[in-house]
């Protein structure tokens, strides 16, 4: 079983500039989530939300071609795949000549979707949707909507993952809120480096105390951990602490290495949002 002290994290790594889809490497979801008492189904639906910035090929006549990506793994898959792996995988296109767009469509979505479902009697699809240059100048920056927790003047003394923070009020009706935080702040599982993010959480049920939330937020502050695992954490503390009826988690992290990867986790079937970053990425 792969782990991250096996993958190419915090090692020096030779540039593959032909492409090779054995770069990609999986991780398991769950060895993580049995640290947050998931084993099984889980409560919650969603996917992690990928875009590459940095995706390159040669035409048949050697002239570079660029474009974005955007790619949907679903949290179903049994795996994710480690970031600085997706990040050599598409750098082996770099100097690898294909027929057009279409060709490295089908390669890409071949290859995540093999990587995520590795492991598994299910095979399932990774979605995958090309940018060409034409369509760079379409791409919108935007602001999560929602009731920002930041203006909140709180005293923060928990940089490690504090639950007992959370508190909801049962006593009185419940509410539908959205509220969202920039402070939302973790360390890479394996290198300690910094990850930066902004998170919106959707809920109804008993109102939830905003100030402790706050707090609880800012206590990922020295927590290492993947995005998508800090992301069910969140998700799962808020749903056991608090019960709401419903409830959705959406960070969106700030690129590293061209890439960025925004996890969603919902209480329920939903359509997923579009993948628009904001102004941090």
């Keep these: 079983m792969n782990t991250p002290e096996h993958s190419q994290l915090g090692k020096t790594s030779a540039y593959i500039d032909q492409y090779h889809a054995g770069l990609l490497?999986?991780?398991?979801?769950?060895?993580?989530?049995?640290?947050?008492?998931?084993?099984?189904?889980?409560?919650?639906?969603?996917?992690?939300?990928?875009?590459?910035?940095?995706?390159s090929w040669?035409?048949?006549?050697?002239?570079?071609?660029?474009?974005?990506?955007?790619?949907?793994?679903?949290?179903?898959?049994?795996?994710?795949?480690?970031?600085?792996?997706?990040?050599?995988?598409?750098n082996s296109f770099n100097n690898t000549r294909l027929a057009d767009a279409g060709e490295v469509l089908a390669?890409?979505?071949?290859?995540?979707?093999?990587?995520?479902?590795?492991?598994?009697?299910?095979?399932?699809?990774?979605?995958?949707?090309?940018?060409?240059?034409?369509?760079?100048?379409r791409q919108q920056v935007q602001e999560f909507d929602g009731l920002n927790l930041d203006r909140l003047d709180v005293e923060c003394t928990h940089y490690q993952p504090a639950p007992e923070l959370l508190r909801a009020n049962h006593d009185e009706a419940p509410v539908t809120e959205t509220l969202t935080s920039n402070l939302l702040k973790s360390n890479c599982l394996v290198t300690g480096q910094p990850d930066w993010g902004s998170v919106q959480i959707r809920y109804s049920g008993a109102k939830i105390d905003e100030e402790r939330?706050?707090?609880?937020?800012?206590?990922?502050?020295?927590?290492?951990?993947?995005?998508?695992q800090c992301v069910e954490r969140i998700f799962m503390?808020?749903?056991r602490r608090c019960a709401p009826l419903k409830l959705s988690v959406y960070a969106r992290y700030t690129r590293r290495g061209g890439l960025d990867i925004n996890p969603l986790r919902t209480s329920h079937p939903q359509a997923l949002p579009g993948n628009i970053r904001n102004a941090r990425q």
């Design 25 to 55: 490497f999986p991780l398991p979801r769950a060895t993580k989530r049995a640290e947050i008492g998931l084993s099984g189904q889980t409560p919650f639906f969603g996917a992690d939300l990928w875009t590459a910035f940095e995706l």
């Design 58 to 90: 040669l035409n048949l006549r050697g002239k570079p071609q660029v474009a974005l990506a955007h790619v949907t793994i679903p949290c179903e898959t049994p795996n994710i795949i480690e970031s600085k792996s997706f990040k050599l995988y598409l």
């Design 107 to 137: 390669r890409l979505r071949a290859d995540l979707a093999e990587a995520a479902w590795r492991g598994s009697e299910q095979r399932g699809s990774v979605g995958v949707q090309l940018l060409l240059p034409e369509m760079f100048d």
């Design 213 to 228: 939330l706050l707090q609880y937020l800012v206590s990922f502050r020295n927590h290492n951990e993947f995005h998508e």
């Design 237 to 239: 503390d808020i749903w």
